[in-house]
């Protein structure tokens, strides 16, 4: 084989620029195999070196497995947007979402461990994308929901936003085009409104704290005599739970109905009470 076909074969290959593979394939005496193995001893040198660099761009990815029990949401982080555009960057962290679903990982160092179907792991398959893309590239956070309910997905277009979505019924309602239209719509409701909760209940002590505080801030900053301040404070603070608690939000698609009307509507519509269980919201 001439060297402008080895180059050209190294190169679709391994991604590598074309000076890299050429200066391979003079290293290795135009042995395609050592000149495979040279690119990847270098790349994941490469990779090591670029570990204290900082990502500021990423892509959100999600998995639900076919029969929506198992779902995964990650964020895979870079250098530049321009990387993070990039097909084989986003086919990667789509990878890394499915191996999230289908293991345990009690944090980062763990899931870098953890394997595809193929047997390559985590850590391999980011080292390896570092070497072809030349950027920093860290897997920042993830989350798996693994339920008897049913969990849907959502990403934004562009990658930067995505959520995870556990929802329950009493009856299996969830093979109904209606059922599944509504999952995805309240998916959606997440991205776009980001809420921190279901409802006021589901308010951790902090985020409650921080509510009132921030009504407090406002009332200050307003200068009001206290006993008006008495009068509504309360209303002020209710009126900022309905806007971070999914359940009182105004539904995006039909603001005349909060979610929980949504919920109760679609349920007398399936014969069937339904629930937001759980959500998971990542944005870049």
């Known amino acids: 084989m001439e060297t402008m076909d080895l180059i050209k074969q190294l190169r679709d290959e391994t991604g590598v620029s074309v000076m890299d593979c050429k200066r391979a394939l003079d290293k290795a005496g135009n042995d395609l195999e050592k000149a ?4 990847k001893e270098e790349g994941l040198t490469k990779a090591d070196k670029k570990a204290d660099r900082e990502t500021k761009a990423g892509a959100i990815a ?34 890394i979402a499915k191996v999230v679903a289908f293991n345990d990982a009690v944090d980062t160092a763990d899931l870098l461990q953890k394997a595809n179907t193929n047997g390559e792991t985590i850590d391999l398959m980011v080292r390896n994308l570092i070497a072809k893309i030349g950027e920093k590239i860290e897997v920042s956070r993830f989350k798996k929901i693994e339920t008897d309910n049913y969990v849907v997905a959502y990403i934004h277009a562009g990658n930067r936003l995505g959520v995870l979505l556990e929802m329950n019924a009493e009856q299996d309602i969830w093979s109904n085009a209606i059922a599944k239209e509504l999952a995805y ?87 069937t009470n339904i629930k937001i269980v759980n959500f998971i919201r990542y944005q870049i």
Do not use: H
């Open 36 to 39: 495979r193995i040279i690119l």
């Open 62 to 95: 999600a998995f639900v497995s076919e029969d929506n029990k198992k779902g995964a949401l990650i964020e895979l982080r870079c250098e530049t947007d321009f990387v993070a555009k990039n097909d084989e960057f986003i086919k990667t962290a789509n990878e």
């Open 185 to 271: 719509d309240i998916a959606m409701q997440i991205a776009a409104m980001a809420p921190i909760a279901i409802s006021s209940e589901n308010l951790s002590a902090e985020d409650v704290k921080n509510v009132k505080d921030y009504i407090e801030e406002e009332l200050i900053k307003e200068n009001k005599p206290e006993e008006i301040k008495v009068k509504i404070r309360d209303g002020r603070i209710q009126k900022r739970f309905s806007e971070i608690c999914l359940n009182f939000q105004p539904f995006i698609k039909n603001d005349s109905l909060t979610i929980e009307k949504l919920l109760v509507e679609k349920g007398k519509e399936l014969n």
